[in-house]
């Protein structure tokens, strides 16, 4: 057995990897149509010594590294069709098993997402649909009529990772100015996006538009705090589709009530979701969307082919494009 598909959830599995995906890896593999979970493999791991491949999704098992060698002697690669692979991927890592990543696949309807809501944002759409929802015509066109539309605005973009890269490409064709902060981002990085480094502060005072694409790691819990809010340009939005626990979420409900002007697109919040009682469901200029800017509908099947396309990559001996490293996950999502 030298392809495993191992999953906890089959469902997810099936989710991502359609029919006809799962068809073609076992056209170009020994892989059965089973959906192996972690209870399985420890249940008869001398079924699994052999295994050199493993396909995976949402739900992947978390192994240590004495059980990845003492289960998977014979392992090359984990080829895992979603995006973060924070929860799974050291202990593999540090038992020399090459991981790779659908993170690209998974940044494409998250960066489309974050544009989209970028373009509603400048023309002044949620603000002034929350009058104009309830009929109140005049404060709706009045409210409009405050924000700058999509020529020449400002966007200040946090994180210049792969999907901080894509809404930065994408914005081009509306002729926005895009800022951005990212303390791992060169000066010639930054020149070739065609955008200026600046800092949070700055990024938060000058911008109609904030975006926020950090890495989820411990260094950027709790950095963007009510100070930085408060800071923000009269009626500016702040759009998070990165993670809730880089906001200080009290210090932001604090300032959305004193700064009714601006608005806030949260897609993330810590907890997910919030709390029952939660001041964000009574705050008109919250708008909360259940972390829907990822891969949703028929988008999971773009990441089980990335990684089928990658998987035929490394076996011909091409360059890989997805692949994952310790010194990666440290600025990853």
Known sequence: MKTVFLCEGESSFRWVYSTDTIKRVRNITDAEDKVYTKADVMAEPQLFSDTEY????????????DEIKAVFPALKCVFYGAGSVQGFAVPFLECGVKVFSAWAANGVPVAEF??????????????ASRHMSVGDVSDACSTAAKYPGNFGGKVGIIGVGMIGKMVIRMLR???LKCVVYDKFLPEDGAAELGVSKCSLEELFAECDVVS??????????????????????????????GRGAQVVEDELCDVLRDRPDITVLLDVTDPEPPVKDSPFY??????????????KGNEVHRMSEYMIDEFCRYISGEPCLYEVT????????
Not at 221 to 232: D, P, S, Y
Not at 282 to 295: E, F, R, V
Request: net charge positive; hydrophobic share 45%; charged share 10%.
């Open 54 to 65: 493993i396909f995976s999704t949402w739900g992947m098992p978390v192994f240590t590294t």
């Open 114 to 127: 974050t544009v989209a809501q970028i373009i509603l944002a400048n023309k002044g759409f949620f603000a």
């Open 173 to 175: 064709e509306y002729r």
């Open 212 to 241: 926020n694409h950090l890495a989820n790691n411990p260094q950027t819990k709790g950095v963007l705090t009510g100070e930085l809010f408060a800071k923000m340009k009269p009626y500016a939005t702040f759009i998070n589709t």
């Open 282 to 295: 009574a705050l008109s200029n919250c708008i909360l969307t259940p972390h829907i800017a990822g891969s």
């Open 326 to 333: 310790l010194k990666m996950l440290e600025t990853m999502a």
